[in-house]
């Protein structure tokens, strides 16, 4: 009986639990697991045949007082792949598995998910604690700003402009620390902006914009058609005369033909007012905001010379209040022999100025404070349309 002595003197307490480890998922009647020296676990009714009743030997019990037994605590660091792997080797973890599966989820998944993982949020996320979206500060930076130049004037274009901001110095594009589109100060110095582009980028937005208008002329369009306009001029450039009623200033007039006819559409004298350059160093060009008068003006008096010459052939794109035109512009100079470097533009104005003035009114009292209107809010909607689609140009530049 000595082996049995020994035996029962290495016996451990313990309790059934469905975290088992399997090689003792075995459920004794008197709640006490023994092993026996040959490694063969069996429990205390079968080791009471053999009893030769020595109380020294006996194993008491615990009291129902006794502390709760440690829950399964998994491997330090397993990976959830581990875990899954383990699990699906333990028996007792398949057998509460195959319960869960016949009576939660119809057998869909062995290993179940919580109720609260698919708790699904019961109302949708509002904007802000104050259940408002903030204005975008770079958008209304813009706005502001053209708004101060604008207000006050009459014949006022707005127009945005694809290029290069370069630094005067290198005659390199400039590299500022940054890591997203920037407004750059009015008065930030020595650089200058180069509104041309490369041929393969000129070729990349014609056909992408001739694919946006063969999509929204499709009956099935659900959306604001784009207008589509081919148109090849000539625009020459004069001085204008003191006193004349020829302009006046120091703008330059533009008097602009049909190419293949020669029909005057249009003589202006144009007045840059400001500029406002975006570095966007994640992209391949840049792009300025300006902000001048077109003021119409008589034509130039017979004889006057063009102090230079542009041809153009622009395609225009119209949608809603915006027209975008993409223009190979050929310059030449009367005084010069040398052939002139052939010009590729994108650019993008509103399509009715007036338009863009009244809401400009609108938005400003006669004491010239901001007003936040329903009126006054077209021009902040038109200005971030506007800055929308100057921002998909540029990030469609190739």
Same mark, same amino acid.
């Given at each position: 009986m000595a082996s049995a002595s020994s035996s029962r003197a290495a016996a451990t307490v313990g309790y059934y639990d469905e975290y088992s480890d399997p090689e003792l998922d075995t459920k004794p009647s008197n709640g006490r697991i023994n092993q026996a020296k040959d490694g063969n676990y069996m429990n205390n009714d079968q080791e009471d045949d053999e009893d030769d009743g020595d109380e020294d030997d006996f194993v008491p019990r615990p009291h129902h007082d006794s502390p709760p037994p440690i829950p399964y605590q998994p491997p330090p660091n397993e990976t959830s792949a581990q875990a899954l792997k383990r699990k699906a080797s333990d028996p007792v973890y398949?057998?509460?598995?195959?319960?869960?599966k016949s009576t939660t989820n119809g057998g869909a998944n062995p290993f179940p998910e919580p109720p609260s993982a698919k708790r699904q949020r019961p109302e949708p996320l509002e904007?802000?604690?104050?259940?408002?979206? $903030?204005l975008d500060e770079f958008v209304m930076e813009i706005a502001d700003w053209v708004h101060r130049n604008a207000q006050g004037r009459s014949n006022v274009e707005v127009e945005a402009?694809?290029?290069?901001?370069?630094?005067?110095?290198?005659?390199?594009?400039?590299?500022? $620390?940054?890591?997203?589109e920037t407004i750059l100060a009015p008065d930030y110095p020595e650089i200058r902006f180069s509104s041309n582009m490369t041929v393969q980028q000129y070729a990349q937005y014609n056909q992408a914009l001739n694919k946006l208008?063969?999509?929204?002329?499709? $009956?099935?369009y659900p959306n604001a058609r784009i207008r589509y306009e081919h148109a090849r001029m000539v625009d020459t450039f004069h001085t204008p005369v003191a006193g004349s009623g020829f302009g006046s200033g120091s703008g330059k007039i533009r008097v602009t033909t049909d190419a293949k006819t020669g029909e005057v559409k249009e003589c202006v004298q144009k007045t840059r007012i400001a500029d406002l350059n975006i570095y966007s160093p994640k992209r391949k060009l840049d792009w300025r905001v300006s902000v001048s008068t077109e003021t119409p003006v008589p034509l130039p008096p017979s004889g006057s010379a063009a102090l230079y010459t542009r041809r153009k052939d622009r395609l225009s794109y119209t949608h809603q209040s915006f027209k975008v035109d993409l223009t190979q512009v050929t310059p030449s100079n009367p005084g010069s022999a040398a052939p002139s470097e052939q010009l590729h533009e994108l650019e993008i104005e509103?399509?009715?100025?007036?338009?863009?003035?009244?809401?400009?009114?609108?938005?400003?009292?006669?004491?010239?404070?901001?007003?936040?209107?329903?009126?006054g809010e077209l021009f902040d909607e038109l200005m971030r349309i506007f800055v929308n689609n100057i921002r998909i140009l540029v990030r469609n530049a190739g």
């Open positions: 398949q057998a509460i598995a195959s319960s869960s904007a802000s604690i104050l259940c408002a979206e $903030p402009k694809v290029g290069m901001i370069i630094d005067t110095r290198s005659d390199e594009r400039i590299n500022l $620390p940054v890591s997203s208008v063969e999509r929204a002329n499709q $009956p099935t509103f399509a009715d100025s007036n338009e863009l003035m009244r809401t400009v009114r609108a938005r400003t009292r006669s004491t010239g404070a901001t007003w936040t209107g329903k009126e």
